[in-house]
């Protein structure tokens, strides 16, 4: 019995499995070096992330935060031109209001809503500071 054309055809599927083995490590090897490439962006957006996190704690408030007012951006800008604590009345005389206990209570609770949301600082009762 002749042997040999087993042995060719053995030798044709052991260098097929050869040949597929090759490529298949090719592919695993640019595989890792994509997976590491992933991994390693996936870990700077992670800081990234952690980084904005931690610094928009430190954000002043903008504006956006404000309620939908007219008087709240130029409450805050008598409050950035002011050197010491404001009271009510001082801020409606800054905004030009009539000094009517009705303009002053409203401005007393529109200087509250922003102690509220962390703006301005209520000093003593009834004076209030920007927030350092």
């Known amino acids: 019995m002749n042997i040999q054309p087993l042995?060719?055809?053995?030798?044709?599927?052991?260098?097929?499995?050869?040949a597929l083995a090759d490529d298949l490590r090719a592919q695993i090897g640019d595989l890792q070096t994509r997976l590491r490439e992933a991994e390693t962006h996936l870990?700077?957006?992670?800081?990234?992330?952690?980084?904005?996190t931690d610094l928009a704690?430190?954000?002043p408030t903008g504006p956006e935060d404000l309620p939908e007012h007219p008087d709240y951006p130029r409450i805050l800008a008598v409050f950035n031109e002011a050197t010491g604590r404001l009271r009510a009345k001082d801020v409606c005389e800054a905004l030009d209001h009539e000094l009517l206990p009705k303009n002053i209570e409203g401005t007393r609770a529109k200087l509250k809503r922003l102690v509220e949301l962390g703006v301005l600082a209520e000093v003593d009762t009834g004076s209030f500071a920007r927030k350092q």
Do not use: G, M, S, V
């Open 7 to 18: 042995l060719d055809a053995l030798d044709i599927q052991e260098n097929a499995a050869r």
């Open 43 to 52: 870990e700077h957006l992670t800081i990234t992330r952690k980084t904005i």
């Open 57 to 59: 704690d430190r954000l």
